[in-house]
């Protein structure tokens, strides 16, 4: 198996692995979406007077954000990027069909990027660009789409591993909790009790989990 490099992330924590293959769907998006997959630009033209421009691009990801439908993705994949907003856009849907998300089903998430370097003495570079250009890359949308750093808040934001595990936790307290879930709830509270907020944000998830980490460090 190959071996991660650290490299420091937003939060100055190291980064791993990133995972391989199609995303999970949840439940919910499952019902909604049964194969879910970006489409084929095959036989999809624009509708007519309609313009290809990076701005109907980026009015189009807004309605994406509240609706996650094959028509406006089909909509965006027929319509031409004519600049790095719009060619942004159309990346984000890559990453969305790759990435798994959170709770909301829309948040990209990468836990891949705050695991604990399996060997630190001897690290792989292959992986440490792996997760450098995942982060790299999502710093450059959101200065181009500012919507996107929102939807990347768990991989970019200073308190980027604070956010990731907060969302951890709460995807593992939907529905039936399994002994696997429950393990990996503990693992999410040790690492917010370890990791240092940067901003209110991250202050605000260590808070709330500030009484449940006390007891898991008590133990």
């Not at 891949?112 to 399996?118: H, I, S, T």
């Not at 200065?143 to 995807?171: C, G, N, T």
């Amino acid at each position: 198996m190959p071996k991660a490099i650290p490299i420091l992330s937003p939060t100055g924590k190291k980064l791993s692995r990133i995972v391989r293959g199609h995303k999970k769907l949840s439940p919910r998006r499952q019902k909604q979406s049964t194969g879910r997959k970006i489409l084929s630009p095959v036989d999809q033209k624009l509708s007519p007077g309609q313009n290809s421009t990076d701005a109907k691009l980026v009015a189009l990801f807004d309605d994406w954000i509240l609706d996650q439908s094959h028509e406006i993705e089909k909509e965006i994949i027929a319509t031409p990027a004519t600049g790095a907003a719009g060619a942004y856009v159309k990346s984000h849907l890559v990453w969305y069909s790759r990435l798994n998300c959170g709770p909301d089903d829309i948040t990209l998430r990468c836990p891949e990027l705050f695991e604990e370097d399996p060997d630190p003495d001897d690290p792989d570079e292959y992986e440490w660009m792996r997760g450098a250009i995942v982060v790299s890359h999502f710093r450059d949308a959101a200065r181009h789409v500012p919507k996107i750093a929102e939807l990347a808040a768990p991989i970019i934001h200073d308190d980027a591993i604070l956010i990731d595990a907060d969302l951890e936790i709460q995807q593992c307290r939907r529905g039936s909790r399994t002994p696997e879930d429950d393990a990996s709830i503990l693992r999410m509270l040790a690492r917010i009790a370890k990791a240092p907020a940067k901003t209110p944000r991250g202050e605000a998830i260590k808070t709330k989990y500030a009484v449940a980490a006390d007891l898991l460090a008590a133990a």
